[in-house]
């Protein structure tokens, strides 16, 4: 028969189509193990915008922070025993979990990721998902942390003594007190008694002129006295504390201490860190060098001192505040990597740049389209021959097309406007301290009315429009929410009594509420485009088998057999799959950007709701720990909100 050749064509571009979608799942990452069901993709990109890290960087292990973002909590074991960190190219990555609370929802991960690519970018994937999980790549803390570690203090310990993350257990001798919520789950808390020691060892003894690499997280409570945050007494008195002010200084026998220009304020978690090299000791805060000494590390194997002088000496300069994260290495770690561990850790908007994470999603290519692009004049010929069952077809289609691109265009501008009032809000945010209702535009009181009743005073209608946009952003809306509740539990006589911690969990409850309505909120006309995305295909295709139906029909009525005959039947039967396609596949990639910028969104409120419950408890806390702060007599520097 004559139709045979075109039947052979069909067949032919079926089996190319076949083969493409073969050579893109190929080219896609491999699923490490079938037995997890789950995983999420993060990169660490060192070289991210505004991270100003400064070179390349190697091996380290980084902190990952868990949320309902980028791991769903209810399909995780309560122990989280199923979580494994694989990178793109299979290797299994050491990590342990610091913290996991499937309740809370939240979990801190330590994972060993080695150097990036050319571009010092790293991929890897958290799996999750497996109910009966094997042993390879289960958490192991002592495996986290390369050889050169000599000790790593998480200093999470409840009344016993700082324990040893590394292979060396080179654990402390004396405990401290444990303070929850720090910059890294919880940490320890330092009021001015006996400092925590830790027994000199051969893991954690020096060696004269040798590598060294000291690191950990200080908030203190006031800077007015000098304090001694870390002390080797019997290596050349080496001495790492606060001076008088609040600046940091690094000091050993017989050398003028090296003294930081920049001063820590108190309230606020601060990086320090010390490298010793090649006869030279350098000081670090935030990854950044600010002093230094030209002298090498002094030899030392005795007892470490955390927090003050050895007792046994003097009981002045013992340190008011918290620590964290206290690592020390056995060799001199690069300015880069300082800075890396610095943000990565920090929970900042630069940490979450540095180490970002996207839901894997599937995808396909379009490249087939191409000839029919190479003939696009030939398409009104082929409309010319299309029947009234096909224009149909076409018109539901253009119909969905304009339903679903009008409400991504309007939901793109929306976003647009809630991403950038989320930025100011987050940035007026970030400067709130003591009185956390300071932004509540519900307060008539608060700055911002205060400020906009200024604007409308001076007709600045830009800058009004700017912190009205401020007051209909997402996070504004859960701010303003947790403000009621606070206000609800400390309003009246007992309004200086602070929260409690049921108190503070039902805040958090009721901001996870709001979260999940701001999250309807966002989602609000999306299944318009999903409806396109899945029903243009099935309509397009619908009048591409009426209209072949229609063609065969008349064939078989005339009895004419001819290519020519059959081709503009059919050709314009598909056309009608064809609007179809072209309705669906903008439409999934216009949601799949939308459903990104929902994410980022919805990952913005997120973090705040963390950092906002971290600075309630700080603001309120319970009764017996003194006033809240907002109620506390006003001190030198009174804290602010710059609604510039």
Partial sequence: MKSHPFILRCLALMLAGLTLAATVSAAAPDWWKEEWTGRTKFTLDPAAEGAEIGGETGETVVLVRLHPGNLPFDLVQPDGSDLRFVAADGQVLPFHLEKFDPLMAEGFAWVRVPAGGEKGAAEFFLYYGNAAPEAEGAPDQAKTYPDNAAFVYHLNERGTPPQDATANASHAGSAGSISEGTIVADGLRLVGRDPVSIPGSAANA?????SLTLIFWVKPIATANEAILFTRPGAGNFRLGLAAGGAPFLE???????????????ATWRQIAVTANSGKMTLYLDGREVGALAVPLPAGDGPIFLGGPDPAVSSEGRFLGEFDELQVYRAALSAPDLRLMSINQSGSEAASKVLSFAELEGGGSDEGHG?????????????????????????VCVIMMIMGWSVAVAKFIRLRALMKGDS?????????????????????DSLTNLRMEAMEAKGATKQKAGIQGMLDSPCYHLYHLGVKEIRHRISGPDRHRGLSVRSIQAIRASLDAGLVRERQRLNKGLVILTTSIAGGPYVGLLGTVVGVMITFAIIAKSGEVDVNSIAPGIASALLATTVGLFVAIPALFMYSVLSSRIKDVISSMQVFIDEFVTKMAEAYPPPGEGLPPRFAPPSNEPAVANLN
């Fill in 206 to 210: 020096w060696s004269a002129d040798a």
């Fill in 252 to 266: 050993v026998d017989g050398q003028p201490r090296a003294v930081a220009v920049e001063t820590l304020s108190a």
């Fill in 424 to 444: 100011e809000f987050l940035r007026q945010w970030g400067e709130v301290s003591g009185d956390l209702t300071v932004l509540d535009a519900d307060d008539p």
């Fill in 371 to 395: 000839g029919a692009l190479e003939h696009v004049m030939l398409f009104g010929d082929i409309a010319n021959n299309m029947m009234f069952d096909g224009w149909i077809a076409v018109v």
